[in-house]
């Protein structure tokens, strides 16, 4: 093995070590993992240090992602998802098992602007498990739900284990940003179609109820107080509509702004952007008053940005000295000499990506073995956009594996003991998930390209 693999391997190793066994801070885990990358490029190291360090301060990922974490605190700040999960009840809560299609849907629609899976089990957990309860869901299978749906947080963009994956020298030189928005849509709504019909199944199966009639406002009531709420999905309609399509080839072809200018906007930059506008001014009336409310705001929102800020920085720093000591080549070439079948190697990677998300969150995990996958399937010829958004769904396990986040918030709101819910979300959930994740490395289930 080349110089670049063993250092991958170290990298890998420390991370593991660093959060598994000492329980810091992940980002402190990418520093040291960093330095290590560096001691490995030999007398290469003090040349690239300011160069790789300067790739990972200045990359255009950063500012998105830290701007995606203050909309999706705006958002939860002003209850603007609350509303929104009314209206969804309203249309869907009288059906058998509504409450646990509320949370489905609901739980799809927040991933869309908060990649956070225990974010995501809090803000629509606290609303429909109660709905679940009075509807008959026993305690653990509401919180197996919950849990399992918070997966979405990882899959449908914006999230972080995208804009860490993006970061990776390779994938951004193979995979576009808008390219990758749109088939992580598309693998978005397979999910949602899977967790759809686990709801069905277990509905039939425990003869679960609709929600309370008491529970479900008109549909006119929660639309009227609700539907400005739905205006914060144009942040990211708008920035589609001028990146693709028809308007997209018009402003191509026009001379005052032509293909360069086109190129040169960046799609995952201007989403937070409009979204973040958006939602001022819909959630205006519901924003923090006065300076101190506003301080109180920072406060308490701060630690989002320090845990994910250096692990973004550092992640894509150690990318760019691999990337310079030869990664790409030597990996292929190491994976090539295994002469493993594209089908074993995809099985392989979700099984290693799986095991790893049970003590660590998505993000960690995809930031410590993304890049090694992504080399590994695209080495036996697994398209490039397609070796990404296989990585992720494989990752997105995190919420329905033994020692995640968002169980512990589900089942601390179900009153349930969180050992429970793991069997329901095994077979529920994280061997279905790995089946499809497999059949779209494949191509079996299609993802435009």
Known sequence: MGTAVWALLS????VLFWAIFTKRNIGEAMILGFVVTLVFSGSQAFELFLPSLMKGLTHSVVFASLAFIFMAQLINYTGLIGRIIQILNSLIGRLPGGAAYVNTFGSGLFALVAGSGSGIAATTGSI???WMERSGWRKEHAASIVA?????????PPNSTMFIMLGFTPVAATVGQGDLFIALYIAGLYALIHRVVVVFIMTKKYNIQSVHPNLIQPIGKSFSEGWTSLLIFLGIILPLIIHFGPLAKWYASVESVGETAMN??????????????FTLIVGRNHLPKGKSQWVKFFEDTAPS???IGPVLIFTFATSAVLNEIGLTEQLQTLMMSFAVPKWLMIAIVGIIITLVATPLATSATIATIGL??????????????LAVVTIMMFGATEGSTPTSGPIYVATGMARVGPEKTYVPLLIYYTIPLMIISWLIGMGIIPIPL
Do not use: K
Request: net charge negative; proline share 6%; no cysteine.
């Open 264 to 277: 040169a906007m960046s799609f995952i930059v201007w989403v937070p952007v409009f979204m973040i506008v």
């Open 11 to 14: 990298f890998i190793a420390i």
């Open 305 to 307: 940005y320090y845990v």
């Open 128 to 130: 429909t498990i109660p």
């Open 372 to 385: 090694a996958s992504f080399g590994a399937l695209t080495a036996v010829g697994v398209d490039p956009l």
């Open 148 to 156: 399992g749906n918070s997966g979405f947080g990882s899959i449908i």
